[in-house]
């Protein structure tokens, strides 16, 4: 196999060269009453139609404009938003995946859980995509022209903010169907992603054949390839693959319902066992309550930005590499808001304990590609540099000849020609450099930490009050607390000044 991607990256090089913050809703497992809030959104102190204001946008805008999206973002203008996510013009499923959120911000539950749907089966049909020839594609042209499918803890948090939703609207059966889908098509789907990341990865080490090209085509032109590879990202970390948030919500949802077989099922596979340890064994004539926290937004990776290199001089032209690979500074991130307390009307009060981080996820997604798009990005600086000196080196060479050989004012026109020819070269090289950059891509408004305080008390009617770091206090009344099965409040605050990026095509 390595034979075979060793010969076709010497074809292709052979090629180029001859051709050149929210409210809450509860979810009471005894009682599943639907309750979805809406409320009107007001600009300019008048209330607006969402649909008459995204048409109005549409029409005024033709191009995603991201320093108006950052604005609208930072005052809760949530319909201008998900208005201007229609202009972008590329990967449908990450738009997708950011506006499914955002309708959750705006409080639509309704409409956030059946975008999810969707997103799903818009990555599920991607996933095909993912393959070899792709990752061929993406060595040859870059990072980004690989058509977006989701990541794998992406694709596992849709399943956990469609749980999510459910309780929002107080349906336990549509927090239970989506768990029935989970462990239905979990496994093949996870699966399939993880072992097409694997050929990725073997796929991106074959490269040897464009560095030898390089070296030769220098070599004849006396200079010398000299490259250090420094900052190489370390091979083989583990992928994410399983999520404690998603397990706990599983947990939650199948005891709600009574159904103790799954649930148990379902907290087999956490690793903090004691989050449900309470919710499996319910003291006889006492209720339990669990209060669900998601606090700010997750944490965006970043491009590597490692130095240029120069590692040839040719003709008076510098070849020039630029390595570029996804990072993940967590100690960059800029959270604002955590949880710091929830306290019940009967005075018992507690600090939530934390079910997931979902930077580790990020942090984890990237260590495990980081690697393989470093060895696309080397590849790639060769390819391409390869290709430009193939096509400049002859032009240079013709106009060097020309000067040599001119006399008079011919000889000034030469000089000329040769000096523009090197200039051609030079900004062919550099263009090189500038095209590459590392693949940041990512969902930008799922929650950052994901949280739990759980109350094992009598049953009956409980104010609850969550305290939020930021200043925000939630007031929840009239929480229902029924015997023998968990009552499931969710509150939210997610909306912080980390704003996101988004290469936009």
Known sequence: MKKIVKALFVALVAIMFFASCGSTSKVDGADSEKKT??????????????????????????????AEFDDAYARGDYNACLAMLELRKSDLVLTELDSSML????????ESAREFVQVQKDMQSLTKDVTGAKSLEATLAGENSVTYSGTTYERILAYSMKVVNAFKMGEVDRAIGVMNEYTGNYKEEIAAIVAAQKELDALSESDDGSKNT??????????????????????????????????????????ANG????????SSALKNKSLVKDDLSIPAGMGRLDVVTLADKIGLREDSNLPMQTVANVFGVNVNFKIAYPVFKK????????????TLSDGTSQTPVLVEDFDEAVAMDVASKAYGAYKRSLTRNITKNTAALATGITTLVVAQNAMESASGLKAIAAEAAYVAAVAGVNK????????????????AFFPHKASTAGFTVAPGSYVVTIDYSNGRQDVIPDVVVSAGKPTVVVSECLNSNNTMTYDAK
């Open 37 to 66: 809030e809406k409320k009107a959104e007001k600009k300019t102190g008048k209330k607006t139609d969402k649909k008459t204001e995204s048409k109005k946008t549409s029409k005024k805008k033709t191009k995603y404009d991201q």
């Open 103 to 110: 309708k959750f911000y705006k409080q639509d539950y309704m």
């Open 214 to 255: 390089l070296n030769e085509l220098l070599e004849k032109n006396n200079a010398s390839f000299n490259f250090s590879e420094e900052n190489v990202p370390a091979k083989g970390a583990p992928q994410y693959e399983s999520s404690e948030f998603l397990a706990y919500l599983g947990t939650l949802a199948y005891a």
């Open 259 to 266: 159904d103790l077989d799954h649930a148990k099922d379902f």
């Open 331 to 342: 100690e960059k991130q800029k959270h604002t808001v955590d949880v710091v307390k929830v």
């Open 428 to 443: 062919a090289c550099a263009a090189v450099v500038e095209a590459e950059k590392a693949d940041v891509r990512q969902g």
